[in-house]
T-cell receptor, first 110, second 111 residues
Framework: NAGVTQTPKFRVLKTGQSMTLLCAQD?????MYWYRQDPGMGLRLIHY???????AKGEVPDGYNVSRLKKQNFLLGLESAAPSQTSVYFC?????????FGSGTRLTVV | RKEVEQDPGPFNVPEGATVAFNCTYS??????FFWYRQDCRKEPKLLMS???SGNEDGRFTAQLNRASQYISLLIRDSKLSDSATYLC????????????FGAGTQVVVTP
């Protein structure tokens, strides 16, 4: 049982480049989330989705876009990467009873 | 002010000893509470839910104090493998299932 799978695991971008992070879950969860984690700040919610075709902004949405075209996939896009977006990105699925997280994507923007 | 606040630590604990730490939350309407564990450079994983009456899971005991708006975690007979960051997590009642995470308390168990 794969749970939540994130790709890629690591990436280095130059300022201004774009990229898409993919999150896939096989647990038939309606709710999916994208977080970023920075030292000393904990997990901060970027965007989330409560079902296929729906997305909503979280705490720190600026500079990111998302899409949920299929229930099992939740994509996070960076249109023009900035050094401030250097972080570890986690995808999660589930609801208030507990989330399952992917293993994370370490992104460095230089 | 952060919604969920934790002492970052580290709490340095000799193997076999007991360690306890708290977190406070600001939203009095919060309905569910959890502790997650995060190992270095890994994803958070659910450790245990926290119930109003308090609950145990092996060597781990969680308590909730709604009046003072804090939850606690106690680890008995600490093992080296308990070294990790423990995240306090709260679910507000009107949050569409969105959990709020504290920044974590680091525990280091030493031989």
């Amino acid at each position: 049982n794969a749970g939540v799978t994130q790709t890629p695991k690591f990436r280095v971008l130059k300022t201004g480049q774009s990229m898409t992070l993919l999150c896939a879950q096989d647990m038939n969860h309606e709710y999916m989330y994208w977080y970023r984690q920075d030292p000393g700040m904990g997990l901060r919610l970027i965007h989330y989705s409560v079902g296929e075709g729906t997305t909503a902004k979280g705490e720190v949405p600026d500079g990111y876009n998302v899409s949920r075209l299929k229930k099992q996939n939740f994509l996070l896009g960076l249109e023009s990467a900035a050094p401030s977006q250097t972080s570890v990105y986690f995808c999660a699925s589930g609801r208030g009873y507990g989330y399952t997280f992917g293993s994370g994507t370490r992104l460095t923007v230089v | 002010r952060k919604e969920v606040e934790q002492d970052p630590g580290p709490f340095n604990v000799p193997e076999g000893a007991t360690v306890a730490f708290n977190c406070t939350y600001s939203n009095s309407a919060s309905q569910s509470f959890f502790w997650y564990r995060q190992d270095c450079r890994k994803e958070p994983k659910l450790l245990m839910s926290v119930y109003s009456s308090g609950n145990e899971d092996g060597r781990f005991t969680a308590q909730l104090n709604r009046a003072s708006q804090y939850i606690s975690l106690l680890i008995r007979d600490s093992k080296l493998s308990d070294s990790a960051t423990y995240l306090c997590v709260v679910l507000p009642s009107d949050s569409w299932g969105k959990l709020q995470f504290g920044a974590g308390t680091q525990v280091v168990v030493t031989p």
